[in-house]
């Protein structure tokens, strides 16, 4: 797959002041640190493209990058980052809620999960959140290159999801480091944003 042209098009307090350009929009969240932003730069083949950091709670506003001029990939702030004021983890929890309640141009929804860790309750509650309100999601792995090769983690969570949610969703296992599994997410993109 060549590059893709990817452009940063702005940072948003709330989901009243995004962009209001009706184009298919592909969202990607989860737990605070887990490679929500790296994730977006390893599919868009640039390093610098969404802020990442080694310390939880790096991205706080909604970033919208806009690829081949044809769709968004959305960069959220994590949730369950446990090191922050009460007030500032209600406004991020409020400010992810309706996003996902209000934002009309949501086409995927990418949760994403490290897959060294077995399912916590925080990401268990989200997804079934989503599931209530009728939302289609994918899970992506991230972090498989710090996991032993041929570990089994993904398959073990997937199983436990599918006996806790009574769903199971499409997912991916990725490493924004060596870069495994990114083309797939990235077909899964290319392809979806013109079905
Ligand atoms: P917040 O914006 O704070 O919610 O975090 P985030 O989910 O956007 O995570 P971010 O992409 O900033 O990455 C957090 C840390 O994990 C950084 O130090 C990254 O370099 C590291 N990281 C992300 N993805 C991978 C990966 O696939 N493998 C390894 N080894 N480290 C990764
Ligand atoms: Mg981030």
């Known amino acids: 797959m060549n590059a893709l042209k990817a452009e940063f098009v702005s940072s948003s307090p709330n989901v009243k002041n995004c962009p209001d ?3 298919p929009e ?4 989860g737990r605070s640190n887990v ?6 730069n390893s599919i868009c083949k640039r390093k610098h493209l969404a802020k990442t950091s080694g310390k939880p709670g790096k991205t706080q506003l909604i970033n ?16 369950g980052y446990a090191n922050l004021s009460k007030t500032s983890k209600k406004n991020i929890d409020n400010l992810i809620r309706d996003y996902f309640l209000y934002r ?7 949760v994403i999960i490290d897959i060294r860790h ?33 570990s089994t983690n993904a398959e073990k969570y997937m199983l436990e999801l599918t ?10 296992i990725t490493s924004s480091k060596n870069k495994e599994g990114i083309d797939k997410v990235l077909a899964h993109i290319t392809n979806k944003s013109y079905s």
Do not use: A, R
């Not at 490679?35 to 977006?40: A, F, M, N």
């Not at 009309?104 to 990418?110: A, S, T, Y």
């Not at 006996?163 to 991916?172: A, E, G, R």
């Open 163 to 172: 006996n806790k949610l009574n769903n199971t969703p499409k997912y991916f």
């Open 104 to 110: 009309k141009q949501i086409h995927m929804i990418f």
């Open 21 to 23: 350009e009706l184009i």
């Open 26 to 29: 592909y969202v990607f969240i």
């Open 35 to 40: 490679g929500k932003s790296s994730l977006i």
């Open 64 to 79: 919208h990058f806009k690829i081949n001029d044809s769709l968004y990939l959305t960069d959220l702030p994590g949730y």
């Open 118 to 150: 077995d399912p916590l309750e925080i990401d268990l509650n989200f997804m079934s959140w989503l599931i209530y309100m009728e939302m289609k999601f994918s899970v992506i792995f991230s972090k498989c290159d710090k996991l032993k090769k041929g």
